[in-house]
């Protein structure tokens, strides 16, 4: 039996000039990368999607260049070893690194077990992993977990387990690659708690990729962003790097913060309840009434749920993760048909057809009248190029506007038409996915999350994408957990908890936001705290042209 | 959403749970290639009560839950002996004895013999199968395999982390299903969908093989949080599985 390595002391890591091209791809995944950390210092690393960051994790916890082909450059020491030469074990007893999913990062039944699998194969003894295994958990939170299925935790507790897992053999250097873009808010929240209380003893040296800057900015000692093509943009103390360079990140579609206020006092103004889900006066796009449904007969989704959404609305469907938000967005849309109540759907202006229940519509007809973005944009591609996934059923007039909608939304099929949909990174993903429902511009369009991990160009785009569709006369109902998306788009707040229907609230004022286009109208968005962010007060990314924007600032 | 059925503690704690996955297997196996020594209904039935009686009483299965798993099962057993009995070749032998006449069908006394021989082996499979799986935790079978029957670390436990992926996949089916739906694409069984299954169950493989290595799986020797030794009990309950079997088997030919 091998003798554990000694670890468990922070480590330094030293990169100069890396980076790395993945063979067949045009130009490197990042470059050119320098910095220092020193033991127990915390590294940020942020960027626009697509820009290289999670590469940049792998290459700091040793797969790359290891399990992918291509081309390295420069020279990376990380705790003193050279990961692209060093034994696998080695690095591993040394660096641990986190992945976004948790259910792709699990590999044991029992949570016990998962906690000790890199223990047993680092070759702890059987003494040593009794012990370490229960400090391993209650270090995430999970203490009496032990005995538990993985599969029946929440997400967040399976991204803690995770971290268990990955913290169990006391490695020197923690990576972190979007650990919370799964979570709920709160389970995103108890992620972060234990983050830092980890880097508030400075057990580990850590290297973030994160995008809710409110979560991640407070636990950074080094912001490292990187630009469109991977190289770095800026490199230094957070503050610093805020009052030197915020305008031009903001610019490149990072997020930064400063914006929290904002978005605390967007939903401090929310009317009070009152309403019960049905519509004052006017026709509906949609009407569920008395909705429940549920997949195995014998745990309800969702009970008695009615609901009614009129054009031109944009509601936000808000509540835990497993409060019945996916299965009441698929009920509108006609995908999963309610085992009590009805639901109807408005014809649109074209086909001139009366309401009907979306779940017994032929689907050529469901898809004119309705769009639905799934959660997860690679369990809805139908094809194999991007080109053909957007043109997917159309006819010639619509695949026009179906390589202009591309274009807006920053994927230009000169560029992209050509690529497989799935080797696009995760924000294009999700714009693909949602250029595909907007493509027939349907009359009830329904998002299950999309704001998910996208940078502040492509949240931007989709803002004003959304706000068109709704002047047209769209209803746009959107599940989502993002406070920041809920402040800027919602004109009524839904919330569900345990499959009902707990909550209905209109926004008093028409949010500047949508209504000049863009966010960009600066006093809509003014911080009320005095720090420093020229970032909101900069011109808006070119490739979403507002309506009506103001004049040029900044 | 989709579970895949799980033994309870309960189940795991009994002394049929508490013995080795591999002489399950191994009974399992013994006792398929028993039956293939005779056509005598005889056996094949004693071993089925058996295999019940020891899920309820060494396994403590609730008898429910035993119903539960064994019905569906016992109904493709009925089904394939019907069927058997119906199409066999010997139906058009004038010279065998006629059992019955439906219409244009003649079914001989031979067909309806093969036909119960066939069901009631298919029987003796389920129940057996569906004990095991009742008293059987993957992570201890895949332990057992890799421990005891020596087989490699990297397949064992690879196979088990993949096992995890099926409800996830069974899920991923149903959106891509539902995703031609909303695009306007009749939801029939078009090949499209299996492509996008076969990307998504490579794709998380990819990932979890690479969180695998991150963990310095199969990089060196490994060591065990979870030891599985042999026990008597292991010899107990494997010596009472071939004493039954053989017993089944000289009731049959007696």
């Not at chain 1, 179906?402 to 714009?431: N, V, W």
């Amino acid at each position: 039996m091998t003798v554990p390595v000694p670890v468990g002391r922070p480590a330094t890591i030293e990169a100069e000039a890396i980076g790395f091209q993945y063979a067949g791809r045009p130009r490197p995944a990042f470059a050119d990368v320098s910095f220092r950390l020193e033991p127990g210092e915390c590294l940020l690393v942020v960027g626009p999607s697509g820009s290289g960051k999670s590469s940049l994790a792998l290459a700091i916890a040793g797969l790359i260049p290891r399990e992918f082909p291509g081309r390295w450059r420069g020279r990376l020491r990380v705790a003193g070893l050279d990961p692209t030469t060093a034994e696998a074990t080695a690095v591993a007893a040394r660096v641990g690194i986190v992945f976004q999913d948790p259910a792709s990062q699990l590999v044991m039944d029992r949570v016990e077990d998962d906690v000790a699998f890199g223990l047993e194969n680092l070759g702890w003894p059987p003494a040593a992993m009794r012990t370490r295994v229960p400090e391993a958990l209650e270090a995430v939170g999970l203490a009496g977990f032990e005995r538990r299925r993985s599969t029946t935790l929440s997400g967040g507790e399976q991204q803690r387990l995770a971290l268990a897992g990955v913290l169990a053999p006391r490695p020197g250097i923690l990576v972190l690659d979007e650990p919370t873009a799964n979570l709920d808010p709160p389970g995103a929240r108890a992620f972060a708690e234990r983050l830092a209380a980890l880097r508030g003893r400075r057990a580990a040296t850590i290297v973030l990729v994160e995008h809710r800057v409110e979560l991640a900015w407070p636990l950074a000692d080094w912001i490292l962003a990187l630009g469109d093509d991977g190289r770095p943009m800026e490199f230094g103390r957070p503050a610093e790097v805020l009052a030197r360079s915020a305008e031009r990140l903001a610019r490149a579609g990072i997020w930064l913060p400063g914006e929290e206020a904002r978005i605390a006092a967007a939903s401090a103004t929310l009317a009070p309840g009152g309403r019960d889900g049905r519509l004052p006066t006017g026709p509906a796009v949609v009407e569920a009434r008395d909705v429940g449904y549920s997949y195995d007969r014998r745990t309800a989704a969702l009970r008695s749920v009615s609901l009614a959404v009129g054009a031109g609305e944009r509601v936000a469907l808000v509540g835990p993760n497993g409060s019945g938000k996916s299965t009441l967005g698929r009920l509108l849309v006609g995908l999963l048909r309610p085992t009590a109540g009805s639901i109807r759907l408005a014809g649109s202006e074209r086909s001139g057809q009366p309401p009907a229940d979306p779940a017994r519509l032929p689907a050529a007809e469901l898809a004119r009248r309705a769009g639905y973005v799934f959660q997860d944009p690679e369990q809805q591609f139908l094809t194999s190029r991007v080109a053909d996934e957007v043109m997917v059923g159309l006819g010639p007039a619509e695949r026009a506007a179906a390589a202009e909608l591309m274009d807006r939304i920053g994927l230009p099929l000169s560029e992209f038409g050509d690529r497989s949909p799935y080797t696009l990174s995760g924000g294009e993903q999700r714009r693909l996915s949602l250029a595909c429902a907007l493509v027939r511009r349907p009359a009830l369009l329904v998002l299950d999350e999309p704001t998910f991990g996208q940078d502040r160009r492509g949240y931007e785009a989709l803002l004003a994408i959304l706000g068109e569709r709704l002047e047209a006369g769209c209803a746009v109902l959107a599940a989502t957990h993002d406070e920041r998306f809920v402040a800027d788009f919602a004109g009524r707040v839904v919330r569900l908890e345990g499959g009902r229907l707990v909550d209905d609230r209109i926004v008093p004022a028409a949010r500047p936001t949508l209504d000049a286009g863009l966010p960009a109208a600066g006093a809509a968005r003014r911080p009320a705290t005095a720090e420093p962010r020229p970032a909101t007060a900069e011109p808006r990314a070119a490739i979403a042209e507002p309506r009506s924007r103001p004049s040029e600032e900044g | 959403m989709i579970a895949l059925a799980a033994p309870a503690d309960e189940q795991l704690a009994s002394p049929l749970g508490r013995t080795s996955p591999l002489v399950k297997l191994g009974i399992a196996l013994g006792w398929l290639l028993g039956l293939v020594l005779t056509l005598d209904p005889r056996p094949p039935l004693i071993l089925v009560a058996l295999a019940v009686g020891a899920g309820l009483v060494l396994g403590r299965i609730p008898a429910r839950r035993l119903a539960a798993g064994l019905l569906p099962l016992w109904s493709v057993a009925l089904g394939i002996g019907v069927f058997n009995a119906l199409f066999s070749g010997t139906n058009v032998d004038p010279t065998l004895a006629e059992f019955a006449r439906l219409g244009p069908f003649r079914v001989t006394e031979q067909a309806v013999a093969n036909g119960v021989a066939i069901a009631l082996r298919v029987l003796t499979i389920a129940a057996v199968g569906v004990v095991f799986g009742l008293t059987t935790d993957s992570t201890r079978l895949v332990d057992a395999l890799v421990q005891q029957g020596r087989l490699p670390e990297r397949f064992g436990y690879g196979a088990l982390a993949a096992y995890q992926a099926i409800p996830r996949l069974a899920e991923a089916l149903t959106t891509l299903r539902q995703a031609r739906r909303i695009r306007g694409l009749r939801t029939s069984w078009h090949p499209s969908i299996l492509v996008g299954l076969l990307v998504l169950a490579i794709r998380h493989g990819d990932r979890l093989a690479l969180a695998m290595d991150a963990r310095a799986f199969g990089a060196g020797p490994r060591s065990r949080y979870r030891e599985v030794r042999w026990t008597i009990l292991d010899g107990v309950v494997g010596l009472a599985a071939i004493v039954a079997l053989v017993a089944a088997l000289a009731i049959g030919t007696a």
